[in-house]
């Protein structure tokens, strides 16, 4: 990778960050809690947040205002290959969400591969989903109409897939789908997919090894890939929720998620579609004015999809 393709915010620090290594669940796991750890502390300044386990046993973190609330929801979905993360890895985006628009963030904690493979992580999504629409909303003063998915990486191909399930058999609809970087396509056949092998935080070896994890070794690429897992593999996007979707220039996965856009809108699903230039796979979370600006635009995005004042 030429490095005169990076944004000149990144170009410094951008031969330190290593790729994800997930030939070892563990130790890819406790490598992304070392690195949230040396990352600073989240300002949870006027945000509750609560913990829960939800029937059937799927864990998750309730960040609400303190104040005044609105009678909204985001069900966030956090990244890390389907392999690796936490919900607590989303507290600085998930507390600006808080504050900026006043809403109730869900964060889940679902199971990971390749311990759980397809479609464990899927059904808890789907079962934070339905409580949020359902009894947990109702707890919590949410609008059953006013729930937003949002996902980044593995969790945006998590949301995206939740959608799809969800319009197939018929349960809650969420109004919108935020989807960051989205995890896609198993194939690994792109342009994008094929070409970057050396980019930061994420590579072609990554997105393999993150597909034979959740699919389980050998399905990767076959024939009988459902589109609840590949959502990529999908036929039919009609129907399903407004999206928006966001993909970084020099990332594998950027090809994916243009083409799943492009899909939606031939569908005639409302979508919106952000590349950033000169990012990579997780470029978001460095400090750099174009991380300032893919944080804005979230902020601003869902709070015009829920119906909400960002101001």
Sequence with gaps: MTHLTLDAEFVAIAPRLRPADLRDPERARHVLRRTFAAMPAPDLTGVEVTERVLPGGVPVRVLRPAGAREPAAVLDVHGGGFVCGEARDGDTVNADLVRAL?????????RLAPEHPYPAGLQDCDTALSWLAGPGGVELGIDPARIALQGSSAGGGLCAALALRLRDRGGPRPAFQYLSIPELDDRAATPSARAFVDTPMWTRESVVRSWDAYLGEGVRGGADVSPHAAPA?????????????????????RDEGIAYALGLQAAGVSVELHLFPGTFHGSGLLPAAVSRREAAERVAVLGRALHLDPG
């Design 102 to 110: 006043g809403v109730t963030v869900v964060s889940v904690e679902y």
């Design 233 to 253: 593999r999908a036929t039919d996007l009609a129907g399903l929720p407004p999206a928006y979707v966001s993909v970084m220039a020099l990332d594998p996965l």
